[in-house]
């Protein structure tokens, strides 16, 4: 008779105490800023000079998503997409596939991915998709110097029309790596200065 081990369920803060985590980063004045132009407002949920950061628990693309990133863009910003990915890594939707040897860069299958962000994102230079791949520390996002941040620098797989399931190959990189770093570059501190 063969056995199967149960897994264990992840457990992981609820999405509003982690926003909430990362937004406490900023003065109260840079949250939840309403950016108006003409009869639409949208919120970011952090805006720090010319940047608007949202935050997003897991990887699940909203159809809202292109439509509040070109809203932003449009007010002039550069927007920041954070999104919290430890559960669709601990659940399989997200593989890493390679690590280079000094780590600073990643390759990840995308089991069920949801839309060509990564291209997206890429080609027209005014959004950076950030992946938190650990979850946080306790103590939250603040003095946090565990790299548990990649930024996504390209996606793509097989077919250059569409995302196709466990075809599809995300490549990130290790900068900004942690919550201090992440900070310093909303607050306009250049890329190149975290590398090593």
Known sequence: MLFFRKKKPYIQTSPEEWRRSWEELFPPECRHVPVTIGEKTYDAF??????AMMLQDGLLMEAEFFDVCE???DAGYHVIWLMRCTQDIYN???????VSENGAKMTWDWKSPTTNFGRWSTDNQHISIILQIEELPE???????KKILQRVTWAESDDPERMIPRRTMIYTVNVPDTPPELVRWLNGESLSKFQD
């Open 46 to 51: 952090v805006l720090v000079g010319h940047n």
């Open 92 to 98: 399989g939707y997200l593989k890493r596939k390679s």
């Open 71 to 73: 809203h932003f863009q």
């Open 139 to 145: 103590e939250g996002p603040e003095g946090c110097t």
